[in-house]
């Protein structure tokens, strides 16, 4: 049993919640059902969304840092894969791997797409019910600007495409599904159906068709929970996004939930969003603040994968009724802290979070002091040789350009939660060394708040237990990344924050 989760990001929303799920991997947090690999998709035909390549990138950085440590089993735990990993039983870490690409869409508008010029007048006369001049003009790198209509043309191919036909060879017994959309978009609004139908379809000509149209298949759908800034000159009105979002509602009530096509449905929304983004079509300027409601997103994967198990069929026996899911919190507060939580989330949050947010605070703002100080980062101190944390090791380049590197976007992901609409802000800005175990909102600190005095002590006192492995065994990051998911939940429980 292969035990892997396919999680398809449709659009620019579908990026943004598998970044969410990267940063929780990354703190620790554990999926359910025996989980062993997690397979992250992207679809969208922007190559150049901020959004995008900026989740392309984090998950890039996490194999980078993964394939560094020996065993890893608490941070950066979770396997990461490519299908062209899986497909060609590869080692290669190439973040465009991630995104599924569309035929035919780079370099060209709608009308070429679909062939408007080739057709008879009466054909094209026929069209143009259905496409505005701007809409068959509209120019298909930068996606489909919340014309679903469009959407569909387009993404209906992405079958053929020789991605999708590698993901039908790798889908093995023991996988399972989870696909994340808009509803009030465009590409996100167009793909979830059309994809959930061919993974259903009884007909298809795949290789392994028959694994994934009986596989356990979950799916997140966002309504409308943010606003665009009013720009005559861009085609995307968000004002029509509670509209769009409504008729997309009834139809997937009709061709998805009565017909029992999914397993379990999430939805997630926010009316009368009150944050409003800066109107891009697309491309690199195309890079929202991180939302609370895309962790919540998610946090659904995690629910789901906790009850996969139950959702697998055998010998073609009919598909249990759809479950349908919300997300909900306790109390409605101005800043979402892990207080206001349901106990379960708030517990696998509170934990990893707290502790790989203590990890990147201590290095930006805690290494120096300690760095050829602390016997931990001192080689011929008491033991010979004992430590590869030197100074050497955090000057390199590898430490500079991944673990810096994930820990700014960690960071980045915390404050743009913290200033997004509703706020999620679990954490207190830093102040000093001294005041460092001040770091829960809402949470009495201890009497003592040096934290960073303390994860040096139990650094000193876990250095040696911690094996860096020798000759080729050795992995430059293990050290690292073993000590402080030791010395980190060490101090923090200790002091009861977690």
């Given at each position: 049993?292969?035990n892997r989760l ?10 943004r919640?598998i970044k969410s799920l ?9 999926l ?7 397979v ?7 190559t150049?969304n901020g959004?995008l390549n900026r ?11 993964r ?28 973040p465009e ?5 569309l ?7 709608f ?11 009466r054909?094209?006369?026929f069209l143009?019910l259905?496409?505005?001049?701007q ?7 930068v996606?489909?600007?919340g014309?679903?209509?469009?959407g569909s ?15 039908s060879q ?12 808009s ?14 139908n ?8 795949l290789?392994?068709a ?18 665009l ?25 009709r ?6 096509k ?5 939805f997630l929304?926010m ?5 409003v ?17 895309e ?18 069929v055998?010998n ?7 479950q349908?899911k919300?997300?909900?919190v ?20 509170r ?16 290494l120096?002091?300690s760095?050829?100080?602390s016997?931990?980062t ?6 010979t ?11 390199s ?6 673990i ?18 509703p ?5 207190k800005?830093?102040v ?6 001040d ?11 040096d934290?960073?005095?303390e ?7 876990y250095?040696?237990?911690?094996d ?7 992995k ?5 990344i073993?000590l ?5 939940k ?9």
């Amino acid at each position: 049993m292969a035990n892997r989760l396919f999680v398809f990001g449709i659009g620019g929303t579908g990026a943004r919640v598998i970044k969410s799920l990267a940063m929780l991997l990354a703190s620790g947090c554990k999926l359910g059902s025996n989980i062993k690999t997690v397979v992250p998709i992207l679809i969208d035909p922007d190559t150049a969304n901020g959004d995008l390549n900026r989740t392309k990138d984090i998950l890039k950085l996490y194999q980078n840092i993964r394939a560094k440590v020996d065993k890893p089993n608490d941070f950066f735990g979770q396997d990461l894969k490519t299908i062209n990993e899986l497909s060609q039983d590869s080692t290669d870490i190439n973040p465009e791997h991630f995104q599924f690409k569309l035929k035919g869409a780079h370099d060209s508008n709608f009308k070429d797409f679909i062939g408007y010029n080739s057709l008879d007048e009466r054909d094209k006369k026929f069209l143009d019910l259905f496409y505005s001049n701007q809409n068959l003009n509209s120019d298909l790198d930068v996606g489909f600007k919340g014309n679903p209509h469009m959407g569909s043309v387009v993404l209906n191919q992405f079958t053929e495409s020789d991605d999708f036909a590698r993901f039908s060879q790798v889908f093995s017994p023991g996988d399972s599904i989870f696909i994340i959309n808009s509803i009030f978009g465009g590409t996100g609004a167009a793909g979830f159906p059309l994809l959930l139908n061919t993974l259903r379809h009884d007909e298809l000509d795949l290789p392994n068709a028959v694994l994934f149209r009986n596989a356990p298949i979950g799916g997140m759908t966002f309504l409308p929970y943010f606003r665009l800034e009013n720009d005559e000159e861009s085609e995307i009105d968000s004002e029509t996004f509670e509209e769009k979002a409504k008729t997309a509602l009834s139809y997937y009530n009709r061709t998805i939930i009565k017909e029992n096509k999914i397993n379990s449905l999430y939805f997630l929304g926010m009316g009368g969003a009150t944050n409003v983004y800066e109107n891009h079509e697309g491309k690199r300027e195309q890079k929202n603040k991180a939302h609370f409601l895309e962790l919540a997103g998610a946090l659904s994967i995690f629910d789901y994968s906790k009850d996969v198990e139950k959702y697998k069929v055998e010998n073609g026996e009919a598909l249990n009724d759809t479950q349908i899911k919300e997300f909900g919190v306790i109390r409605e507060n101005g800043a979402i802290t892990f207080n206001d939580l349901d106990a379960s989330q708030a517990d696998l949050l509170r934990d990893n979070l707290t502790r790989f947010k203590f990890f990147s605070r201590y290095l930006s703002k805690g290494l120096s002091r300690s760095l050829g100080a602390s016997a931990w980062t001192k080689n011929g101190f008491l033991t010979t040789e004992r430590t590869m944390l030197d100074k050497e090791f955090f000057n390199s380049a590898n430490y500079k350009n991944y673990i810096v590197e994930f820990c700014k976007y960690f960071d980045e992901w915390i404050v743009e939660l913290e200033k997004n609409d509703p706020s999620f802000s679990p954490f207190k800005p830093y102040v000093s060394p001294g005041n460092s175990l001040d770091l829960i909102n809402n949470s009495e600190p201890p009497l003592s708040k040096d934290g960073f005095k303390e994860l040096d002590i139990q650094n000193g006192f876990y250095i040696d237990e911690v094996d860096k492995g020798d000759g080729e065994d050795e992995k430059e990051f293990t050290q690292l990344i073993k000590l402080f998911q030791k010395s980190t939940k060490e101090v923090l429980e200790s002091k009861k924050l977690i």
